[in-house]
């Protein structure tokens, strides 16, 4: 049985579920935080018939106090922490000019802050202990760019700079950190982003590419977390798109202005 303490954060959907239900079959003591109680005493319940073990916890990622209390407790119950995967993530599909600047604040808050309150108090622990490993979800987005998604391509690229700082710092302690970026994911998020002039109907059909399955999508990202990997981004169209935009930019401008022209085909007043 692997032993390993590990907190996931979004943990009561899509990726975050995910990622929950294989290393509980793995035998990880899990903690799941989300907002959504009744989603993660639902996947700590299938653990629990599996013969795993969850513990689950109500937590507002931009609460910092809360979020270093429920990692500080989670390494005082169980006398350590081997991992933290902050995955919790908002999404707001709008044009710059419909959204407020509470609203872009409201992202950025869930996706980079919460971030980084998580990285740091785990960090603390980990240096304490000698090791562990921090993941944090961040997106092909915060690698492109994404028009129509703007707060939520900037706060992800915000985790993906932050990440990589924060891999070279830990590396001389023996805490190895990942940015996961992944691209469009079969998740709950289209149905949970905040719309400013979009349809709720239409947002699946605004993604331009296949989307890939949640349960594989974790399968990738626990095979990269178990190789060490500093950066994981995945699939392969994501890895394209990636070198493209650091080898021939220009290449990626029609594409780019293609997303804005689609968005607006079914654009309503906010």
Known sequence: MNETVVLITGAASGIGRALAAKLGARGARLVLADLDEAGLHAIASAIAVGGGHAEVHRLDVTDAAAFEALIAATAARHGRLDA???NAGIAMVAE???MSAADFERVVRVNLLGVVYGSLAAYRVMLAQGGGH????ASLAGLLGSPTFSA???SKAGVVAFTRDLATEAQAFGIRVTAVCPGFIESSIYEHSELRGLPREQVRKLVPLPLVPTDRAADIILEGVAAGRALLVFPFY?????WLARHVPWLLRPLRAR???EFRKVRQAP
């Open 96 to 98: 710059a000019r419909d």
């Open 152 to 154: 939520y391509a900037a």
């Open 84 to 86: 933290i995967y902050n």
């Open 134 to 137: 921090i993941v944090n979800v």
């Open 238 to 242: 994501a890895r394209l798109l990636w």
């Open 259 to 261: 997303a804005v022209a």
